[in-house]
């Protein structure tokens, strides 16, 4: 990114706290009108096996990262395909984790990216991440994300904040270098455990999710697949 780096971080942390300060009405109306009713097992975010992908926006920091609905090992999924580029796609969706603690996703990519410091800047580049956002409201600069990425050098389990934006956005390592490639992995993470622990202990809502495959900071290249995305509440 040479010299337009701090340009491209800025971005990187207005997009994070846009996420949170936007709202869909239509969104936060379903899900108050389920909880008058009886609780739905899963609340679905992601519907990349139904080919909808209408609902999520995208980003652009650095080049962009082609995000489009493909057959894969036969099933409908969401590939990224990251050319020394960095975008991502986001959806504005408040969900209440004490409803549903659970973030369920799976994913795969084709390759590791070359070995960097994932804290520094230099290092902030992952074939794979998911993102949640927490408003802080009108007050901007208190909204925070978690951000569960795919590493190479951090050991799975690992935290750390992020390079360009550390005040804002924890990462925690789900996968790392000693996973193996073109191997489709089914994850489950208490979200609602991590918000606690790592944002706010009395935390309840989330108001984003975000997706993205970025490969700008190596100038490397990067294709990975996302399969649906969904909240359980156990």
Same mark, same amino acid.
Do not use: K, N, P
């Given at each position: 990114m040479g010299s337009g780096k701090s340009e491209v971080g800025s971005r990187f942390e207005a997009w994070v706290r846009?996420?949170?300060?936007? !709202?869909?009405?239509?969104?936060? @109306?379903a899900v108050a009108a389920v909880a008058g009713n009886a609780q739905p097992a899963e609340l679905r975010v992601g519907e990349f096996s139904e080919g909808r992908l209408?609902?999520?926006?995208?980003?652009? @920091?650095?080049?962009?990262?082609? #995000? !489009?609905?493909v057959e894969e090992d036969g099933r409908r999924v969401l590939q990224a395909v990251s050319r020394a580029s960095a975008s991502g796609l986001g959806k504005e969706q408040r969900i209440d984790l004490q409803a549903y603690p659970y973030l369920n996703w799976s994913w795969k990519i084709d390759k590791r990216l070359p070995p960097r410091d994932e804290s520094t800047k230099a290092g902030d580049d992952y074939p794979a991440?998911? #993102?949640?956002?927490?408003?802080?409201?009108?007050? @901007?600069? !208190?909204t925070k994300a978690v951000n569960y990425v795919w590493a190479r050098n951090m050991e799975k389990g690992a935290s750390w904040p992020n390079a360009f934006a550390e005040n804002n956005v924890l990462m925690i390592a789900i996968r790392d270098g000693d996973d193996g490639t073109g191997t489709w992995y089914n994850e489950k993470r208490n979200v609602l455990k991590d918000l606690q622990q790592f944002v706010d202990p009395d935390i309840r809502y989330i108001d984003g999710i975000a997706i993205m495959t970025d490969t700008d900071n190596t100038e490397s290249s990067a294709t990975s697949f996302y399969g649906d995305i969904f909240f359980t509440s156990q």
């Open positions: 846009s996420l949170g300060l936007r !709202r869909c009405a239509v969104v936060v @109306f209408a609902d999520w926006d995208t980003e652009e @920091f650095e080049g962009e990262t082609e #995000y !489009r609905i991440r998911i #993102y949640l956002v927490v408003s802080g409201g009108w007050r @901007f600069w !208190r």
